[in-house]
């Protein structure tokens, strides 16, 4: 398919951090994404420093993939 790939971004305001938003709205993504025909695959790409937001895709199954981007860390995760 043309658009076998989705990429996505989670923005949590800094007050709400640290309380299961961005991992609740990456869940409901990856629930909604497994409904989608076509799609096979969801990326996303946060700061190299960002060890919560790393330790959290680690956990819904994320795993690294190739960032031609030294100070960012591309995870990928197949959704069907």
């Not at 989670?10 to 007050?15: G, L, P, Q, S, T």
């Not at 869940?27 to 959290?56: K, W």
């Amino acid at each position: 398919p043309a658009f076998s790939r989705a990429e996505f971004a989670v923005a949590v305001r800094a007050e709400r951090s640290a309380l299961g938003v961005g991992k609740a709205l990456t869940r409901r993504l990856l629930h909604y994404l497994s409904t989608v025909p076509g799609i096979m695959r969801l990326e996303g790409v946060c700061h190299a420093e960002n060890a919560s937001v790393q330790a959290m895709l680690g956990d819904l199954g994320f795993v690294r993939g190739e960032s031609d981007m030294p100070e960012r860390v591309k995870f990928v995760k197949n959704v069907r």
